[in-house]
């Protein structure tokens, strides 16, 4: 158990809130298992009908403590992992995901936008897919997911070029439903969960599995993503570049190629 995870139930809904707000939620293993059980255990709880991701102290998440990845403790190939069990049970959630995005939401706390059913983000969220900067490659199968939702060609853009953007461009590029002023995420999350909470619950989830189509493909991209994502997290440039986060100095890569 962990308490940098709150798990808040109101009514039908369940409300899954990060709760590191000194490291910016950044996610740690023991916090991707407190979500893993909470959406896997959802699935069988009749009383949940959706859940809400959000953040506590104005910020949705940093993305994987980067402090375990210069351990090699952040991301694993290993099913069983923490990282991957909150991936797959992500991937796979039957009953309507919705995310509340106040602050800053990094790396993961992008990438699990795409497998949520509807998205709020505040002013003044700043977003970004830092992995290249990382040395690092997209996952929780978002270099499928994402170009689907975006096109390539802003796919590449924000994965490639890896700059910060807001929510204005995250709903322009498709994966932001709505924009609130500053401090009104979570309540717009949990008040569109209590609309689609009060529908037919069946019809709902037939509606989302036939929305999401089969997830074997899905589960494929992030084996694929994962087993190139574990042999770049040892690499130089990604040794260098965590590294320079912790140390808080700009990394340099003139060094690191191959
Ligand atoms: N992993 C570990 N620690 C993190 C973190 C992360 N992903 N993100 C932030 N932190 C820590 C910082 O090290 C700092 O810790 P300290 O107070 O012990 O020094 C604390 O959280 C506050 O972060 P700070 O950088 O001082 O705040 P900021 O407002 O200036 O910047 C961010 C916030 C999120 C923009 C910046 O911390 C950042 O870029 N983090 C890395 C994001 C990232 O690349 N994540 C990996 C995704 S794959």
Redesign the pocket.
């Known amino acids: 158990m962990t308490d940098h995870v709150q798990i808040e139930r109101r009514g039908p809904i369940q409300i899954l809130r990060l709760n590191r707000p000194?490291?910016?939620n950044?996610?740690s293993p023991a916090m991707y298992a407190a979500l893993a059980d909470a959406l896997t255990a959802a699935v069988t709880d009749a009383g949940i009908r959706a859940t809400v991701i959000s953040g506590a102290g104005g910020?949705f998440t940093?993305?994987?403590?980067?402090?375990?990845?210069a351990a090699g403790a952040g991301k694993s190939t290993d099913e069983e992992a923490p990282v991957s069990r909150f991936l797959k049970a992500l991937c796979v959630h039957p009953k309507p995901l919705l995310a509340a995005v106040e602050g800053?939401a990094?790396?993961?706390?992008v990438t699990m936008l795409f497998h949520c059913d509807f998205v709020v983000a505040a002013e003044g969220a700043?977003l970004?897919c830092?992995?290249v900067?990382?040395g690092?490659v997209p996952e929780a199968a978002s270099s499928l997911l994402m170009p689907r939702i975006t096109g390539h060609q802003i796919a590449a853009e924000m994965m490639m070029f890896a700059e910060r953007f807001g929510p204005h461009e995250a709903k322009a590029a498709g994966f932001v439903n709505r924009v609130t002023p500053l401090g009104g995420a979570e309540a717009a999350a949990i008040a569109a969960a209590e609309i689609v909470a009060a529908k037919p619950p069946e019809a709902i989830r037939l509606t989302k599995a036939l929305l999401r189509g089969d997830p074997a493909e899905r589960l494929a991209r992030m084996e694929e993503e994962g087993r190139i994502f574990a042999a770049q997290m040892g690499s130089a440039e990604a040794r260098e570049a965590f590294s320079a986060?912790?140390e808080?100095r700009t990394p340099d890569f003139t060094k690191t190629a191959a």
């Open positions: 000194d490291k910016k950044a996610l910020c940093a993305g994987n403590d980067i402090a375990d990845f800053v990094i790396g993961v706390g700043k970004q830092p992995f900067n990382l690092l986060f912790l808080k």
